[in-house]
């Protein structure tokens, strides 16, 4: 199989390379993937003898149009994935997140290309604290933020290539995200490496938020059952039953280093900020026979903590910017 990859070099895209390279030899990677700030070339060092790179935007039709002309099958997780930065500018979540995938959707479409698009439980909007519900496949969409109006847009993209067009589609909505390679402007690198750092960790609001963490290798093993297994057209969430307020991930985190539960700032909170997100992926699990492989927390998050201590080249050169940005934007300790 000849696969094409976008947004490769990003957090889950890499990661994804590594494990297909590593677990499927078969398949021929190709990666296109523009390097904007959160693209990194050396995500995919360990393998680069084995893959193809293509530096280019997939919003770049002429360039898209040969690429997967070349390619059996597209896994499409190139995007500008970070609600902060929706906030200060949106536009570039239009372009790329909407306009490119119309120019990935076009190019598949023409081409009769098998196509996963890779999207986010954000486009369900939040749920209260006290619902005792989760999203499902049939759960309305209702987005909050820049970023996560134009992914919705973009599935729904999908969903009428699919029908109008007969587009061979197939979307996932997956949870949040955490493990290697993950840029130092999320939510828990940011905070292992402001320890690194003598920083105090950062904490929006009062942390009572809670997101569905699951390992990023988890959900890459459910995108290859999709890609192989799963009904055209279908939408699968994914997620690994990972519900964990703010809070409480920083204290993890502080526990780790060795420091009181309380050593962390209260900073201003996101505009807009979505309260809970909770995924109920039993379709893929019935369906699929998909199960996640990190069932505990702490000891990935312990794994991912390690990871960014070993490998603080990786990181570095992006921190000092990142933070910088968060205190033009108006972050203040509260
Ligand atoms: P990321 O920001 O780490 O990586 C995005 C990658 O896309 C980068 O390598 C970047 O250079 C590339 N890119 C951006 N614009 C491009 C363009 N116009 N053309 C080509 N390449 C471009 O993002 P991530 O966290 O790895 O997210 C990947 C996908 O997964 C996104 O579609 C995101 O919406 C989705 N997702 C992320 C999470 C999460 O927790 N991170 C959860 C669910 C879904
Ligand atoms: O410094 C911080 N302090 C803090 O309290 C940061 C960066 C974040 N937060 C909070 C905001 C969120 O409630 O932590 C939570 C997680 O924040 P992010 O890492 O920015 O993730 P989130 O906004 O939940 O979106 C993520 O999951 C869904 C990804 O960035 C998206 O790409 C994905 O679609």
Known sequence: MRLLVTGGAGFIGANFVHQTVTQR?????????????????ASLDPVADRIEFVHGDIADTALVEHVVGAVDAVVHFAAESHNDNSLADPWPFVQTNIVGTYSLLQAVRRHQVRYHHISTDEVYGDLELDDPSAFGENTPYNPSSPYSASKASSDMLVRAWVRSFGVAATISNCSNNYGPYQHVEKFIPRQITNLIDGIRPRLYGAGHQVRDWIHVDDHNSAVWEILERGRIGQTYLIGADGERDNKSVVELILEAFGRAPDDFDHVTDRPGHDLRYAIDASLLRTELGWEPEYRDFRKGLEATIDWYRDNESWWRPQKAATESAYLAAGEKVL
Do not use: E, F, M, W
Request: aromatic share 6%; no cysteine.
């Open 25 to 41: 030899p078969g398949v021929h990677v190709t990666v296109l993937d523009k390097l904007t700030y959160a693209g990194n070339r």
